[in-house]
């Protein structure tokens, strides 16, 4: 039997010394101080098997956010080919139009070129009836001038 268990003996109580209460605190300080130590180890690998998780997460996060990037850049592009096209169709339609156009006021030019070539037709046939009127109202005025005032 040591000494330390001969003088906690329950039969023999011998109480400890000043040096030998010291010497067993700091005993149960180390070993208190080996398990929070082992403690915090346990802890510490728990919070980093989370963290590896957590990482792995956002890892696949981050991969599906770009893989939808990558898609929604792809459907961007296909939508901007299909805006494209439609703007290159909508430009051939307008020229097209535009020519109709400046064919329609070409025929209208035309047209207004003869109603004003008419309208001067008119006129000179109002001024040529008018002369004409006038001409045949002088000599009818003479005819019947003659008929009565001779």
Known sequence: MSEAQAKESPSRIIPFTPEEHIYLQQKDL???VRDTRKELSS???????RQDRLDAKIDKLDAKIETVRK???VRMDKQDAKF???????ETVRKELNVRMDKQDAKFDKLADRIDKLADKVD??????????????????????VIFFK
């Open 30 to 32: 180390r070993e208190e």
């Open 43 to 49: 802890r510490m690998d728990r919070i980093e098997v």
């Open 71 to 73: 898609e929604l850049n």
């Open 84 to 90: 494209d096209k439609l703007d290159a169709k909508i």
């Open 124 to 145: 000179s046939m109002n001024k040529h009836g008018i002369i004409m009127t006038a001409s045949v109202i002088g000599v009818a005025l003479g005819v019947l001038y």
